[in-house]
């Protein structure tokens, strides 16, 4: 039976690791995982941007820069590469004709968003019969946010400094 857990907390609260030892483990049990993380990127001790890496291919790719950057796509200070992330998402995460164990999404965030191939590619996969571990924004607000969390397959785990092995365990036991 496949799962589909979202996983939302603060920001800082450590969705990101705990995202990535949940792939380690899953990792060292022999499963095929497909997915992406979406590492930030510093200089000089000061965050620049973000990465977007295939978790199978280990492939990376730019998703967000500060700068005089030339996109329409703009959060903050970060100037968004939706073209970049797009062609990613075709090249990469094609998994029509791959034989997967798990889906890992770090994250469905605000930048990834203005993508609508991802929106499209969420709730693809979110249809699927494949288990799904996938972070979310705690203060998003995003119709695609208000889709998920009425899907009666989805389990939404509260994370926060204090609980993290606790929701690492219980991942583990829902999807292994």
Sequence with gaps: MSRKILITGPPQCGKSTLISKL????SKQKFTIYGF???EVREHGNRIGFDIIDIYSGE????ARVGTVNT?????????????????????????????DLIVIDEIGKMELFSEKFQKFIKMIFSTDVSIIATIGLNLKNPLKNY???LSSVLLMN???QNSQIIFKEVISLIS
């Design 148 to 150: 998920l969390l009425n």
């Design 37 to 39: 993380l979406t590492p």
């Design 60 to 63: 990376k790719s730019q998703l």
């Design 72 to 100: 329409k796509f703009k959060l903050g200070k970060y100037k968004i590469f939706i073209d970049k992330f797009d062609k990613f998402l075709e090249k990469t995460l094609a998994l029509e004709k791959k034989q997967v």
């Design 23 to 26: 792939i380690e483990y899953f």
């Design 159 to 161: 994370l926060n400094h």
